[in-house]
C-alpha cells in the first residue's frame, strides 16, 4: 500500500491559521502547472491539440488564468461559466460549450461570445435554428452516445445507455448532414462514455471508437471534420492502493489509435481536444478542516468544522477521500473513528470506520483530493456558509482567491425586503 503524502506541512497549516480560519480548500500551485506542462507534452505530437479545461470541476478564476497558461482552454456547461471565461479573456475558440438540456438564452450568449457549441442532441439543431434566425457558427460540434455498456476488456467501466447525453449512431449522421445544409463548414466530434476511470486504456478505447466514427462521417456525409474531443473521464487514484494513470502512456495510446485510423483514411490534420476536470485538479486540492469534538457512543466520532456542504461527495456517492492527520502522518492507524460534519443529516461523514492515528482536539485533518468537484459542489444547506479558496503558492507563501462567505452573503438574495436592516447587514 503506497502513502499518499500532502503537499503541505503542519507548519504551515499552523501559519496559515494566523490570517485564515479553517475550513478552506487549499491548491497546490506547483502540482498544477507540473501536471498541466505533463499533459501537454503527453499530446504534443498532435498539432492542433486542446485541453479545455472543464471549469464545472474548479470554478475558480486564478486557477483558470494558471491553466490559461499551458494554453487551456474551458469547457463550459452554463451561463455563469461563460461568463467567466468570456470575462477572463479566453479567445472564442478557446471557449466549449459542452451542455445538455441547454436553455435558450445559454446558446444566444455562447454564439454571441463564438464559443464552439457543441449539441448533445438533434433536436437541439431546430432549437438553436431559431434561435441563431438560421445563422449557424462555422463551426459546430456534436456528442455521440453509442449505448450499450462501455467495456475494457471484459469490465464494464460505464453505462453509455443508461446516460442521458448525446446523439445515436444514426441520429449523429443525420445531424451532421443537416447541419451542413444549414451551412456549418466545419465539425467536431465529443463523447464521454465513463467517469473517473483509473486505467491508461480508456482514452485510446474512446480515442478507437470516435475516429472509426469519424471515418464513418466523412465517408457518409462529405463534411470537414476538424476536432475529435475525447472529453472528461481520466480519474485519479482516491485511494492510497490504486495505481495512478500515466498521461504520457496514456497521449501515446491515443497516437497509436490515430496513427492506425485516422491517418491512413486522410485525416492525419484532426486536432484531438480533451475536456479534462479531474485529472488537473484533483490531487492538487485538499480540504483542511480542525477536530473540534469528539464523541463516545455506539461509535468513536470526531467532528470537525468542515462539513458536507464544502465536500459533498463522501455524501453524495460514498466517495472514498483519504484523510491525513497533520503532524501525524507516520503515527500507527491504531483508531477506527467515523469522521463527521454538523448538517442534521447522518450522511454528513467524511469517513466512516476509518483508520487513523488517535485525534486530539485542535489537530488538522487534511481531507485530500478536493481539489476538482469539491469546492464547486458545494451549497448552503443548514445555513451553512462556503469556505474561502486559498492557493499555496511556489514560492510558499498563501494567496486567498476566494473569500469565505459571510451572513451578508447568505441573505443577499433578500435584498428586496427588510430582514438584511433587522440583521444590520446593509
Ligand atoms: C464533467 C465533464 C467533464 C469533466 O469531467 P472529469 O471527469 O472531471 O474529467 C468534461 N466534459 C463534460 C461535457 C463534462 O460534463
Not at 472509426?212 to 476538424?226: C, F, Q, S, W
Not at 450522511?347 to 470506520?353: G, M, Q, T, V, Y
Request: net charge negative.
Amino acid at each position: 500500500m503506497s502513502q499518499k503524502k500532502t503537499f503541505v506541512t503542519l507548519e504551515q497549516l499552523k501559519e496559515i491559521n494566523k490570517t485564515y480560519p479553517t475550513p478552506y480548500h487549499l491548491y497546490d500551485e506547483k502540482g498544477i502547472r507540473a501536471n498541466a506542462e505533463r499533459l501537454k507534452k503527453a499530446f504534443s505530437w498532435n498539432k492542433g491539440y486542446r485541453e479545455y479545461f472543464a471549469v464545472k470541476a474548479t470554478p475558480n478564476p486564478f486557477i483558470l488564468n494558471i491553466l490559461k497558461e499551458y494554453g487551456c482552454g474551458t469547457d463550459c456547461s452554463s451561463m455563469t461559466e461563460l461568463m467567466m471565461s468570456h470575462a477572463l479573456d479566453f479567445k472564442p475558440e478557446e471557449i466549449m460549450f459542452s451542455s445538455n438540456d441547454t436553455p435558450a438564452e445559454e446558446f444566444a450568449y455562447a454564439a454571441k461570445i463564438g464559443a464552439m457549441i457543441n449539441l448533445d442532441d438533434i433536436t437541439h439543431i431546430d432549437f438553436l435554428d431559431k434561435i441563431l434566425d438560421g445563422k449557424f457558427p462555422e463551426t459546430m460540434s456534436c456528442r455521440y452516445n453509442p449505448g450499450g455498456y462501455f467495456k475494457l476488456g471484459t469490465s464494464i467501466m460505464d453505462n453509455p445507455g443508461d446516460a442521458k447525453y448525446g446523439m445515436t449512431h444514426d441520429q449523429i449522421i443525420e445531424a451532421f448532414k443537416i447541419l451542413k445544409s444549414k451551412g456549418v463548414k466545419h465539425f467536431g466530434i465529443h463523447s464521454f462514455l465513463a467517469s473517473n476511470t483509473v486505467s491508461n486504456e480508456y482514452y485510446p478505447a474512446l480515442a478507437k471508437i470516435l475516429f472509426e466514427l469519424a471515418v464513418e462521417l466523412k465517408e457518409k456525409t462529405g463534411v470537414d471534420i476538424r476536432f475529435i474531443n475525447l472529453s472528461g473521464g481520466i480519474g485519479i487514484a482516491y485511494k492510497p492502493d490504486q495505481e495512478e494513470n500515466d498521461i504520457a502512456v496514456i497521449g501515446e495510446g491515443v497516437h497509436k489509435v490515430y496513427d492506425e485510423v485516422l491517418t491512413p483514411n486522410g485525416m492525419g490534420d484532426v486536432a484531438i481536444y480533451t475536456e479534462l476536470g479531474r485529472f488537473m485538479l484533483a490531487p492538487y486540492g485538499c480540504l483542511v478542516t480542525k477536530a473540534i469534538h469528539e464523541k463516545h457512543t455506539h461509535k468513536e466520532y470526531i467532528g470537525v468544522d468542515a462539513c458536507a456542504v464544502n465536500l459533498m461527495r463522501p455524501a453524495m456517492y460514498g466517495a472514498y477521500h483519504h484523510i491525513t492527520v497533520a503532524g501525524k502522518e507516520d503515527a500507527p492507524c491504531d483508531h477506527v473513528y467515523d469522521i463527521t460534519g454538523s448538517l442534521c443529516e447522518n450522511n454528513d461523514k467524511f469517513a466512516i470506520d476509518r483508520k487513523l492515528p488517535k485525534i486530539d482536539m485542535g489537530d488538522y485533518l487534511i481531507i485530500h483530493d478536493t481539489g476538482a468537484h469539491g469546492f464547486s459542489m458545494g451549497y448552503n444547506y443548514n445555513g451553512k456558509l462556503r469556505s474561502s479558496e486559498l492557493l499555496l503558492k511556489e514560492d510558499g507563501s498563501v494567496e486567498m482567491i476566494r473569500r469565505a462567505e459571510t451572513p451578508k452573503d447568505y441573505f443577499a438574495t433578500f435584498d428586496f425586503c427588510n430582514i438584511l436592516d433587522k440583521l444590520n447587514l446593509k
